[in-house]
């Protein structure tokens, strides 16, 4: 009897023991399963900011956190439970506190469009990767924006914008790229910033039939990549021709080492290019490797090697996310070679933090605020933004004008693509006249800045062009 009751017993227990292990495990593999599946898209569920989904608004979240304000929270709840009036009230309160912040100014249009019939673009921008080129970039689709707006729309249409955060990240802009190619009512976008996100996204949005415009991706390689990929920025060949005859003929330097980044497709690019106009002009490129990419990346070790190998100038091209590590070396540099640089390094960070460093620094850029006298677009900016706005700004306005203008005749997406290469489209924009190349390339060249000093900015010195005939 005793023996029975044991085994019943034991037999229970089992019993419990492998109800208890199959819910564990099935338990574990739930969580399991939620954790790979979120790592495999990308969807880390630690960070909040992981899914594609919560890196797009129109208005109902705020991606810019920086320049989160009690109006402009209550701006965007409001704009999330689809009370416009009272976004549009708290996000115009937001700006007369800081008129400075694009993202408050494109969701307050994007309020007003939501009561009308509107067209929706996009734009894609570094918000978590590189903030101050993000907010140049999205003052100039702000700025675009809100003239359309304010001059009746296109053809009668507000214009509305979705903004996203890529981070200058391939993987997440393709995932951007991705979404917007699903979210039919998108008929245009802005983006990428980067060459390496750019050339990443290019193939979807081609596939998908969407216009991309670029305002800042100058690598070659992306020079017709697809019948449906532009951009309003000039490329790596404009630039780099214009730099190098620059040094060989007015600066006299013919031994030139150049760092650039072994991660960035765009300074490679302009590498290489730079490297043909300066090998034509009958100077030549200095032996030292210098790539601030490395791991062992040594700023006066570099320097030094420099100087020993006969270098006269150093040329620097960095990736935009790591233009601190080019000021480290212009600070190791000291004055002692002549500095040239990539189109990246023209940004407030370049003068805030190279100071005396970069006084003297050479580069080429698409446009400046002096290039082009009497243009609406410098006055325009400084009342809207309280200052100069830099290139970055003035060829995201010029992509939105360009997308606006393709949109006065063409109501589709093939429509637009076929507006924007046609032989006759043209638009007048912050750098002059916007016109497409068959390659999808703007039709324009680069002018030279130097930074001197000057008293009429906070850190002391300041970009002025250059006129020198070469």
């Known amino acids: 009897m005793n023996s029975q009751k044991e085994t019943k017993l034991l037999i229970l227990s089992l019993l419990f023991t492998t109800a208890v292990l199959g819910l564990g495990f099935w338990l574990w593999s739930k969580v399991s399963g939620n954790n790979l599946n979120s790592l495999l898209s990308g969807n880390n569920p630690q960070s909040p900011s992981g899914s594609t989904s919560a890196r797009v608004s129109i208005g109902e979240k705020i991606l810019v956190t920086a320049d989160t304000s009690p109006d402009k929270q209550a ?38 469009a ?23 970039i999205l003052r100039g689709v702000a700025q675009a924006q809100d003239e359309v707006n304010r001059g009746g729309g296109i053809n009668g249409k507000l214009l509305q914008i979705a903004i996203a955060s890529d981070d200058n990240d391939p993987t997440q802009a393709q995932q951007v790229a991705t979404q917007f190619v699903k979210d039919t009512s998108i008929l245009a976008v802005v983006g990428h910033n980067s060459s390496n996100t750019s050339i990443a996204a290019a193939p979807i949005y081609q596939q ?14 992306l020079s017709g990549i697809g019948s449906y990929i532009f951009r309003t920025v000039p490329s790596n060949g404009s630039f780099a021709e214009r730099l190098a005859s620059y040094t060989i003929k007015t600066a006299r330097k013919t031994n030139i080492a150049i760092c650039t980044d072994s991660k960035a497709i765009d300074t490679q690019s302009f590498r290489d290019e730079f490297i043909k106009g300066i090998v034509a002009g009958g100077g030549k490129v200095n032996s030292t490797t210098c790539d601030i990419a490395s791991a062992n990346f040594d700023p006066n070790t570099l320097i030094s090697q420099f100087i020993s190998s006969g270098a006269d100038g150093l040329v620097l091209a960095p990736n935009v996310d790591r233009i601190n590590k080019a000021l480290d070396l212009a600070a190791a540099n000291n004055g002692k070679l002549s500095l040239f640089a990539s189109p990246t390094l023209y940004t407030f960070q370049t003068l805030q933090v190279g100071k005396a460093d970069v006084n003297g620094l050479v580069l080429p850029v698409p446009w400046h605020p002096q290039a082009i006298p009497g243009n609406p677009f410098v006055e325009n900016a400084v009342k809207l933004w309280g200052g100069n706005v830099n290139w970055r700004t003035a060829t995201a306005y010029d992509a939105t004008i360009a997308i606006a203008k393709g949109l006065q005749q063409a109501s589709t997406r093939d429509d637009l693509q076929q507006a924007l290469h046609s032989s006759n489209f043209t638009a007048n ?22 930074v001197q000093p000057s008293s009429k900015t906070s850190t002391g010195y300041d970009f002025v062009p250059l006129l020198v005939g070469i």
Do not use: W
Request: charged letters at 20%.
């Open 75 to 112: 701006g965007v709840q409001a704009f999330a439970k689809g009370d416009f009036v009272t976004a549009t009230a708290k996000l115009k309160a937001s700006l007369l506190k800081n008129r400075n912040d694009p993202e408050s100014l494109i969701y307050l249009n994007n309020s007003q």
């Open 429 to 450: 924009g912050a750098t002059g006249k916007i016109e497409f190349l068959p390659s999808g390339d703007r039709s324009g060249t680069a002018i030279l800045v130097k």
């Open 208 to 221: 998908g039939g969407l216009v991309m415009i670029s305002p800042s991706s100058t690598a070659q390689n």
């Open 114 to 136: 939501k009561n009308s019939n509107s067209l929706k673009i996009a734009v894609s921008v570094p918000i978590g990767g590189n903030l101050d080129v993000a907010k140049e």
